[in-house]
Nanobody
Framework: QVQLVESGGGLVQPGGSLRLSCAAS????????MRWYRQAPGKERELVAD????????AYLDSVKGRFIISRDNAKNTVYLQMNSLKPEDTAVYRC???????WGQGTQVTVSS
């Protein structure tokens, strides 16, 4: 059974940082590119970051470049999203996914507010 379990969300002030984790199981994680998506109420879902199976290649949504870092630890079957210099517009539910497949976690809420 495929499982993706996100954690690490919460309430943070503008300018703060948060680190999200996604623990994966039920598929060959080390052979899979992984992605972080986010969706705010009333907004389209956005692809936030992408990482290749070996972690050697990454890509980011323009609005988060220089602020967010995606990484992975294949030994732990976990993908991370380090979020720095957070802005209110980063507020959303963040979900991880396997690239090219309809595998999703339950999501973790990130709220950036003073």
């Amino acid at each position: 059974q495929v499982q993706l379990v996100e954690s690490g969300g919460g309430l943070v002030q503008p300018g703060g940082s948060l680190r999200l984790s996604c623990a994966a199981s039920g598929f060959f994680f080390s052979l899979s590119g992984m992605r972080w998506y986010r969706q705010a109420p009333g907004k389209e879902r956005e692809l936030v970051a992408d990482i290749s199976s070996d972690g050697g290649s990454t890509a980011y949504l323009d609005s988060v470049k220089g602020r967010f870092i995606i990484s992975r630890d294949n030994a732990k079957n976990t993908v991370y999203l380090q979020m720095n210099s957070l802005k209110p517009e980063d507020t959303a539910v963040y979900r991880c996914a396997r690239r090219g497949f309809n595998y999703w976690g339950q999501g973790t809420q990130v709220t950036v507010s003073s």
